[in-house]
C-alpha cells in the first residue's frame, strides 16, 4: 500500500474518532458508563502519537501495531475488541489486498471479536454495523464506497430499536431500547473515514 495513503488513513480514523469524542460519550452515558469517548479518544491518540513508527511499516504490521496499541491503552470492552479486530485484519491482509483479501480477512477479524466478545450480530453492539458492513463489501459492483460507508450509518442508526444483549447496556435490558449504541457509532464513523480517504 502507498505509504501517504496508509498515513493518511491512520489520521483520518483517529481524527474522526477524537472529533466524535463528545458524542461518543453522550451515547454511552444514556446506555453504558459514559466513556467510550474517552476510551476511543485515548486510542486515538496513542496511535497518533507512534504515528510515523505505523504509518512507515508495511500494512500488516501497522495494522498489528495499532491493534496492539489499543489493546495495551484502551480501558474497556471496546479497546481489546477493537484492537482485536485490527491485530486480526494484520494477520489475515497482504501487503497490496485487493477486494477479496479484504473481504476475506474482514470476516476473519469480525470471528475474532464475536470469540472474544463471546458476541454475535444482533445484539446492539459494533458487531452490528462491521457484520453489514461486511456484506456490502462482499457485494460486487459500482459505488461500493458509497454503499459501504451508507450501509453503516444505516446498521449504526438500525441499533436504536435493538435491545442490547452484550456488554454493559444490556445491564438495562429493555431500557436500552430508543439509544444508538456507542460502538456502533464508532464503527460507522470510522468506516466513513476509511471510505473517504479511498475514494481520494
Ligand atoms: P465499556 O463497555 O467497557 O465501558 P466502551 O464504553 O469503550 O467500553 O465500549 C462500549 C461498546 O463496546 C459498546 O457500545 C459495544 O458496541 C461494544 N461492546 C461491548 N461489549 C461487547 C461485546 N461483548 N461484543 C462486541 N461488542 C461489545
Ligand atoms: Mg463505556
Redesign the pocket.
Known amino acids: 500500500m502507498d505509504p501517504t495513503v496508509q498515513r493518511r488513513l491512520i489520521e483520518e480514523v483517529a481524527n474522526v474518532v477524537i472529533d466524535h469524542a463528545d458524542e ?1 460519550t453522550t ?2 452515558q444514556a ?6 469517548g ?3 479518544k485515548r486510542g486515538a491518540t496513542a496511535i497518533l502519537e507512534r504515528l510515523d513508527d505505523v504509518a512507515a511499516k508495511p500494512l500488516p504490521d501497522a495494522l498489528k501495531m495499532a491493534g496492539q496499541t489499543l489493546v495495551m491503552k ?6 481489546p ?1 477493537y484492537g482485536t479486530l485490527l491485530m486480526t485484519l494484520g494477520k489475515e491482509l497482504p501487503n497490496g489486498p485487493n477486494q477479496d483479501d479484504l473481504v476475506r480477512a474482514m470476516g476473519a477479524a469480525i470471528e475474532a ?2 470469540k ?5 450480530v444482533g ?6 454495523v462491521l457484520g453489514p458492513v461486511h456484506e456490502e463489501l462482499a457485494l460486487r459492483g459500482p459505488e461500493l464506497l458509497d454503499r459501504v460507508r451508507k450501509r453503516g450509518a444505516q446498521a449504526a442508526d438500525a ?1 436504536v430499536p435493538m435491545k ?1 444483549i ?5 445491564f438495562l435490558g429493555e431500557r436500552s431500547i430508543g439509544h444508538m ?7 460507522s464513523l470510522m468506516i466513513a473515514a476509511i471510505c473517504g480517504v479511498m475514494e481520494e
Request: aromatic share 0%.
Open positions: 461518543l451515547l454511552d446506555i453504558g458508563d459514559g466513556d467510550h474517552l476510551n476511543m484502551v480501558g474497556g470492552a471496546s479497546g475488541l471479536v464475536k472474544i466478545g463471546r458476541s454475535d445484539q446492539k453492539t459494533m458487531l452490528d441499533t442490547a452484550k456488554g454493559r447496556a444490556s449504541d456507542p460502538g456502533a457509532r464508532s464503527a
